[in-house]
């Protein structure tokens, strides 16, 4: 411990350059995490700092590995569904969408068109609820409360929706292979229209505490900065990506799912900073129920899975309990799994945090060979240590914050 | 065969169009592959380094295939790029970081699942597990359940005398066998020594 020297009281600048000259050369290593308020999962920086500015970062994951792969490769494909649930816990019905198309790719099957409908409901819901705690728990991480509870409010009337649909408010599981697990009840809805109808004021008074707020800009803007070729070069996806200024948003460029019937707009960012990446999301939210409203307006009727995938997924239970053939092929499925043809294949979707992607190698059988899952916050989080050099420890909050992980995906 | 396969065999000698189902998809020698990617990268606009994982053929040789995805952003263009570990035993590849940044974390974690070295990587440790674990889970022969192995933390294993212990397998995942006999096709839990009611065997904490 280094003598203090006298100093008179008053003279803030001598008292700085004193503290300044005793502490020249010397780095402090830091911790933040591995669990902390604002790593929104189980992430370990270790950070060098000088003085306040932070000149290295080291991100340490794998806290939550569980070994979603190797379970992948031991299980039959709809085994797998409410394990991806588990990845992204925040959107789990948009995971579930996209697992359900990689297989549908692999198994060469078309969904009906209620079905899809269905899908991309569920995804934009599961996006608006995502980008809810994205944009109420960033609020909170650079100082404000309020926003929080505004958007945990919404969220809980979205997952009162959920639970009407799917029998669930968090592990939803709701896809199978060629379709999905049950139609939508008589009079849901309506409810998701009168939901959309009075979210969007709620998310207009939210942002009026957030988007012009003196706070909440000084911290934000110009903090954490990513410029479009570090976030290409770095592999990053979704709204991240976006506000670094790509136009890069697989519903648009390779529309599935019947997503190019339905009119949106893509938000993109200027400058890539903190700020552009809240006001990305909040645009996409904003997009999300556009096109909720669309999909309610041309709902189509007809079959909610597909009816001429006979080995793919299993009959319908009426069918199973009085045709001997049924009951085989039911027999069949739940014990070797689908008949999935050979080959590889790589499907990716826009999930709320970036592109999720399932490449899937089959031998045949019901079991995947070899099923890799590329999640986007583990890529999203790869760019740490190039950004975080030369903030402040107090920005480091902020900046984990807008980049919007979850840690259960990113380690899988 | 895929066009763009066409154009760039020529260029690179050994670059051979590979099955799949969906995207075009190449398979190209272990020493070409930085030249190819950085072929793709800045003459066919393939930006943005979406995968790299690894698949582990088991009895094939080679053993090892690592597997890249290249995605264009300008025309939403997906190529595979699929190269052959030359050795089975220990299997090693270049590494693509200098090209593509993305892919630090990506091979970091191959080798961490599969025990591929990437040849000039700036870093390569364990990413998901710790530093000292001594297989690779993602390999085949490792089994669902896990194997028993010492705590990371040498102190606390002495202190304690505690393992990190296998994985219960009760209650799933249970998968049969098609094309085996009745007897083993059957489904059943991978590993049944323990139950419920037969308590599983843990280490005493002396």
């Not at chain 1, 079991?367 to 420890?393: A, E, T, W």
């Not at chain 2, 300008?74 to 595979?80: E, L, M, P």
């Not at chain 2, 030359?86 to 090693?92: A, N």
């Amino acid at each position: 411990m280094p003598e203090t020297k006298e100093i008179s009281i008053g003279d803030v600048g001598a008292r700085a350059s004193v503290y300044q000259d005793e502490l020249q050369g010397e780095d402090i290593a830091i911790n933040v995490g591995p669990s902390h308020p604002t790593t929104h999962g189980v992430l370990r920086l270790i950070m060098e700092l000088d003085g306040d500015v932070i000149t290295k970062c080291e991100p340490v994951v794998g806290y939550l590995h569980r070994g979603d792969e190797k379970i992948a490769e031991n299980m039959t494909y709809n085994q797998f569904v409410p394990y991806t649930d588990r990845l992204d816990y925040i959107a789990p019905l948009a995971n579930n969408v996209t697992y359900a198309l990689a297989v549908e790719k692999l198994a060469g099957l078309e969904v009906p068109p209620r079905c899809a409908a269905i899908r991309v409901l569920v995804t934009e819901m599961a996006r608006l609820s995502s980008h809810l705690l994205g944009v109420g728990v960033y609020g909170m991480d650079a100082g404000a409360w309020t926003p929080f509870m505004y958007t945990f409010t919404e969220r809980e009337k979205l997952y009162t929706l959920f639970e009407e649909l799917t029998g669930a408010r968090f592990t939803t599981s709701y896809t199978r292979i060629g379709g999905v697990s049950r139609d939508v009840p008589d009079g849901w809805l309506k409810k998701v229209s009168a939901f959309c109808d009075q979210f969007l004021p709620i998310l207009e008074e939210t942002q009026k505490l957030l988007t012009r707020n003196r706070i909440f800009m000084d911290r934000t803007e110009g903090i954490g900065v990513i410029s479009k070729e570090d976030a290409l070069a770095y592999g990053m996806t979704g709204p991240n990506l976006r506000a670094a200024g790509v136009d890069l948003d697989l519903r648009k460029d390779r529309p599935y799912l019947g997503y190019d019937q339905y009119e949106f707009d893509v938000p993109i960012g200027q400058t890539g900073d903190c700020y552009d990446r809240y006001l990305v999301r909040l645009e996409e939210m904003r997009q999300s129920v556009r096109i909720i409203r669309q999909v309610i307006q041309s709902f189509p009727d007809g079959p909610w899975y597909a009816e001429d995938a006979k080995k793919i997924y299993a009959p319908k239970k009426d069918k199973i309990l009085t045709s001997m053939e049924e009951l085989i092929q039911n027999f069949m499925i739940v014990t070797e799994g689908p008949r999935m043809p050979e080959g590889e294949v790589y499907f990716e979707a826009e999930n709320p945090k970036g592109i999720l992607g399932f490449f899937i190698v089959s031998k045949g059988g019901g079991v995947p060979y070899r099923l890799k899952i590329r999640s986007p916050s583990f890529c999203n989080l790869s760019i740490l240590p190039k950004i975080v050099p030369g903030h402040y420890l107090s920005d480091i909050t902020v900046l984990l914050g807008s980049l919007d992980f979850v840690m259960g995906e990113c380690d899988r | 065969m895929s066009t763009l396969v066409e154009t760039l065999q020529p260029r690179f000698v050994g670059l051979a169009p590979r099955q799949s189902g969906d995207h075009p998809a190449v398979r190209c020698p272990a020493e070409l592959v930085l030249p190819l990617l950085q072929c793709l990268r800045d003459e066919f606009g393939y930006s943005l380094l979406m995968d790299v994982t690894a698949v582990d053929w088991e009895e094939d040789t080679p053993r090892f295939s690592v597997f890249y995805h290249l995605f264009c952003v300008s025309d939403a263009r997906y190529i595979r790029v699929a190269i052959d570990c030359p050795d089975d035993e220990e299997p090693s590849v270049p590494s693509v970081v200098s090209l593509f940044p993305a892919a630090d974390w990506h091979e970091r974690e191959t080798f961490d699942m599969f025990g591929i070295r990437f040849e000039g990587h700036p870093d390569l440790r364990r990413i998901l597990m710790w530093d000292e674990y001594p297989y690779f889970p993602l390999r085949k022969e490792f089994p669902l359940a896990g194997i028993e192995t010492e705590l990371p933390d040498e102190e606390v294993s002495e202190e304690t005398r505690a393992k990190v212990l296998s994985a219960p397998m009760m209650g799933g995942p249970f998968v049969s066998k098609s094309g085996a006999p009745m007897s083993r096709a059957e489904p059943r839990a991978k590993d049944q020594s323990w139950t419920e009611w037969d308590r599983k065997p843990t280490k005493e904490i002396e």
